[in-house]
Nanobody, 120 residues
Framework: QVQLVESGGGLVQAGGSLRLSCAASGRTISSYVMGWFRQAPGKEREFVASISWSGGNTYYADSVKGRFTISRDNAKNTVYLQMNSLKPEDTAVYYC?????????????WGQGTQVNISS
């Protein structure tokens, strides 16, 4: 099983940007669909974005489409989430995930999460 560690969270003002990273160990991520999920206080964990094995295909939640970009570097065993035009409603713990299926992602491994806070 792959181990995932997120980094890059923090506090930014609305309209700002953040770049999250997810470093994998234990196994190469090249055989996994990789994704990002988030969980806001009092809410269920929700899908944010996913990326295919090769990086050639991506899938986004409607709420982040056009603002967030997921990417991967299989050589570095790392996945990224570039978040632009951030809104207060993007405040959440963001989790990296490894699994299968681009749409309706089935998760096999989760990271521990990184907190993102957006101030208005």
């Amino acid at each position: 099983q792959v181990q995932l560690v997120e980094s890059g969270g923090g506090l930014v003002q609305a309209g700002g940007s953040l770049r999250l990273s997810c470093a994998a160990s234990g196994r190469t991520i090249s055989s996994y669909v990789m994704g990002w999920f988030r969980q806001a206080p009092g809410k269920e964990r929700e899908f944010v974005a996913s990326i295919s094995w090769s990086g050639g295909n991506t899938y986004y939640a409607d709420s982040v489409k056009g603002r967030f970009t997921i990417s991967r570097d299989n050589a570095k065993n790392t996945v990224y989430l570039q978040m632009n035009s951030l809104k207060p409603e993007d405040t959440a713990v963001y989790y990296c995930a490894a699994g299968t299926r681009l749409a309706g992602m089935q998760v096999n491994s989760w990271g521990q999460g990184t907190q993102v806070n957006i101030s208005s």
